[in-house]
């Protein structure tokens, strides 16, 4: 990473929301790409952040720092990424529903993939944070979404994924619905074989891709989507 970059990640990670904006707002002075600014900057100060929590590090004190530096980095990147996108759509390409599980009260993650899928012409869902079971079923038989992705920031919480999952097809309401998992816990090996989820994504431009392909719609010039040699997605121009 370039410098204003790792130091815009650093100030993520640390929980410095004054700095976190400041630097965002340099690097789009300094002509980066605000997509990429989320998605390699930002999202590794996120990672890094989980990480550290995940090993005993950081408690959740901590945790809540880094979400409002993200935020207040979003802040200034967000509207310009919505800008470029231009997503207005004359009809929804699809409804989609994402939440976190139960214990689960994180929510960058989701907040960015819902705004990016809203941008690109999606009807958005957002469930919030710390769903149980029962609230999810709920809201998938009142709301009917083509895809429900939900996601867990914790170690301690994606334990609550699979067991959902299991209920919504007991329930036969995943029939014509697509069940996607994600968040920093999780892992593209964990989602498929431990949740048996229908996809999995690493980030929003993933999901975004995902819910394209998933729902048989075509991104113009974008390339199809394929998987390399160590199982991550890429794109094949």
């Known amino acids: 990473m370039n410098e204003t970059y790792e130091k815009l990640a650093e100030a993520i990670e640390l929980g410095e929301e004054d700095e976190a904006r400041d630097l965002a707002r340099q690097a789009l002075e300094e002509g980066h790409d605000p997509a990429d600014i989320v998605k390699t900057a930002m999202s590794e100060g996120v990672k890094r952040a989980g990480k550290r929590f995940n090993e005993g590090e950081f408690f959740l004190p901590e945790l809540m720092l880094t979400g409002e530096a993200m935020k207040a980095g979003l802040g200034v990147v967000m509207p310009v990424i919505l800008e470029q996108l231009d997503g207005a759509a004359a009809e929804s390409k699809g409804k989609i529903m994402m939440g976190t599980v139960e214990g689960d009260v994180h929510d960058i993650g989701k907040n960015i993939c819902l705004a990016m899928l809203q941008a690109q012409g999606f009807e958005v869902i957002d469930l919030g944070v710390d769903n149980d079971q029962d609230w999810i079923i709920h809201q998938v038989k009142e709301l009917q979404p083509d895809i429900l992705g939900l996601g867990s920031y914790m170690t301690t919480t994606m334990i609550n994924i699979p067991p959902a999952f299991e209920r919504l097809r007991e ?20 989602a498929m074989d431990v949740a048996k989820a229908d996809g999995y994504a690493e980030d929003a431009w993933e999901f975004v891709d995902l819910a394209h392909e998933i729902l048989g719609l075509e991104q113009e010039g974008e390339g199809d ?10 794109r094949v121009r």
């Open 225 to 234: 989507i394929g998987y390399g040699p160590d199982g991550d997605r890429v």
């Open 171 to 190: 329930e036969g309401l995943a029939g014509s619905m697509k069940l996607l998992c994600g968040g920093v816990a999780v892992n593209r090996r964990w």
